[in-house]
């Protein structure tokens, strides 16, 4: 288990911008696959974007490509997720998660996460 720390989330209003940033406290990302995930009330948790640690392009889900951006800053030691131009339906409770290998972007595959931080759409 990894304790992994998110951070980031708040309140935007419709086409703002957040970014979400996930980092293990006293260790570094730079070996795990790392998620980003998310739960709204009433749905189940759904992956939002993965990277892998030995390579390979990020994956993302469709509802957020071309507007969400996952990438690794290794110098900080932290992976964060850049969310542009935000919609309502983004609303949701956003989670990182890591595991030693990247099989896929889905919670099952991913055994370590952190707690979560709400990330709210609204006008």
């Known amino acids: 288990q990894v304790k992994l720390v998110e951070s980031g989330g708040g309140l935007v209003q419709p086409g703002g911008s957040l970014r979400l940033s996930c980092e293990a406290p006293?260790?570094?990302?730079?070996?795990?696959?790392v998620g980003w995930f998310r739960q709204s009330p009433g749905k189940e948790r759904e992956g939002i974007s993965c990277i892998g640690n030995i390579g390979g392009s990020p994956v993302y889900h469709d509802s957020v490509e071309g507007r969400f951006t996952i990438f690794r800053d290794n110098g900080k030691k932290m992976v964060s997720l850049q969310m542009n131009d935000l919609k309502h339906e983004d609303t949701a409770v956003y989670y990182c998660a890591v595991d030693a290998v990247l099989v896929r972007c889905e919670p099952w595959a991913f055994g370590s996460w952190g707690r979560g931080t709400q990330v709210t759409i609204s006008s």
């Open positions: 006293g260790s570094s990302l730079e070996t795990y696959a």
